[in-house]
């Protein structure tokens, strides 16, 4: 967590980042992030949202399992589909 501050963000974006995507929880700075937010030449995924899908269909074989159901993939894949929107609404 918090490896990636910003200092670095700043130096990334001065040379020219075009888009950060995160893949581990939190690796960068609550500053960092906001430096990222406030750039609207860059595209920023942060881990939350590039990580939902393979959480959500874990929460979701967790559900199926205490309910003792099985859902099928289309069901599965319309629920995904739905969380996945409603993350990329709240960036």
Known sequence: ???????????????????????????????GQ???SDNPDVIYIPGK?????????SGFEMTQNAQKMAWSADVVDERLQDLMKGIYRQL
Not at 1 to 29: M, R, S, W, Y
Not at 49 to 57: F, I, K, Q, R, W
């Open 34 to 36: 906001q430096i990222l």
């Open 49 to 57: 949202a590039s990580n939902a899908g393979g959480v959500g269909v």
């Open 1 to 31: 967590q918090n490896e990636v501050d910003h200092d670095a963000i700043e130096a990334l974006v001065k040379n020219g980042l075009k888009g950060l995507f995160e893949g581990a929880n939190l690796p960068t700075t609550q500053l």
